[in-house]
Each structure stands twice: as C-alpha cells, then as structure tokens.
C-alpha cells in the first residue's frame, strides 16, 4: 500500500502498523464499498471490543497521518467505520480500498 510522504509514523513502526490492520481486518471484515473516489466504507463484525479495536487503530492512525478522517459508528453487532482522504492522498484510499477487498475475497 502506497504511505504518502505526509505519513508521519516511523518506518519501522510501519509493517507492525499494517499487521495490526489487517488481523483486525481478516478477523472482523463483512463488507468493503467504495463509498466515493475520496472514501472507504468499511462494516465490521462484532460489539465492544471491535469497536474499541478500530477506534485504538483509527486514533493511532490519526496521530502520525492527520489527513485521514475516520468515523466509527455502531449499527447493531456491526462496526461502520468510515474511512476519507483529501484529494491530494486519493492513492492511499486506493490502495486500502485495494487491500480490504483482497482481504474479503479471502473470507
């Protein structure tokens, strides 16, 4: 996955990063949609402690790359986390939209 030079998170700190994501992902993803050109929308399986997972990861995420802008919402047994860029970083949004659909085409 493309990490634009804006991404602020050490590189060695990067694939440990990109592990977390993916297990949280692998373990919990339903549903990936391309909510526009700029946006993810992700659904994820579970209650509180996927919640808290993803809202952990979003918040770190946040910390070394501010342009992304997450939301995270409860809908049921369901986590809806909403995941946008601005345009300048539309490849990163490519690049996950990318590797969460590898991720569901392995479920």
Same mark, same amino acid.
């Given at each position: 996955?493309?990490?634009?030079?804006?991404?602020?998170?050490?590189?060695?700190?990067?694939?440990?990063?990109?592990?977390?994501?993916?297990?949280?992902?692998?373990?919990?993803l339903?549903? #990936?949609?391309?909510?526009d %050109?700029?946006?993810? &929308?992700?659904?994820?399986? $579970?209650?509180?402690?996927?919640?808290? *997972?993803? =809202?952990?990861?979003?918040?770190?995420?946040?910390?070394?790359c501010?342009?992304?802008?997450f939301?995270?919402?409860?809908?049921?047994?369901?986590?809806? #986390?909403?995941?946008?860029? %601005?345009?300048?970083? &539309?490849?990163?949004?490519? $690049?996950?939209?990318?590797?969460?659909? *590898?991720? =569901?085409?392995?479920?």
């Open positions: 996955m493309f990490v634009p030079d804006a991404c602020t998170l050490p590189v060695a700190e990067r694939p440990p990063r990109l592990t977390e994501f993916d297990r949280l992902m692998a373990g919990t339903r549903r #990936v949609e391309r909510a %050109p700029l946006r993810v &929308r992700v659904t994820l399986a $579970g209650g509180d402690v996927t919640e808290t *997972a993803a =809202r952990t990861l979003a918040e770190r995420e946040s910390g070394c501010g342009f992304f802008a939301t995270i919402a409860r809908r049921g047994d369901e986590v809806l #986390v909403d995941i946008g860029v %601005p345009a300048a970083q &539309r490849t990163v949004v490519d $690049g996950l939209y990318a590797r969460l659909s *590898a991720v =569901r085409v392995r479920r």
